[in-house]
């Protein structure tokens, strides 16, 4: 974490969890495990909004093998051992 980059502000917290937090990670790494769980709290947040989005995963422009024969393409990476087969996997 660069200085350059923070901001100062106060975070009200119930004193039980800062007992938890600094039980975990110590008192001097409290601010890193904050800024960690706040940092994959928001990651998190942002995955389900685009999970409940109509934007697709994957655009079909990002992958023109598959336009012309997508089980052919598939077929081709299990040939080379890239991907496993129905077999490989015990089904």
Known sequence: MSSQ???HGNLLL???LVQ??????GVEHRNQFLVDAVREKVRLVGLLEFLDSDQ???RDEDHP???KD???WVHSLRREGKIPS??????
């Not at 938890?20 to 990670?25: K, P, W």
């Not at 129905?86 to 089904?91: E, H, K, N």
């Open 5 to 7: 980059n923070l901001s």
């Open 70 to 72: 997508a089980a052919e």
């Open 86 to 91: 129905v077999d490989d996997l015990g089904r």
């Open 14 to 16: 119930p004193e039980d």
């Open 20 to 25: 938890a937090v600094d039980s975990l990670v």
């Open 56 to 58: 697709p995963f994957i």
């Open 65 to 67: 093998e598959w336009a």
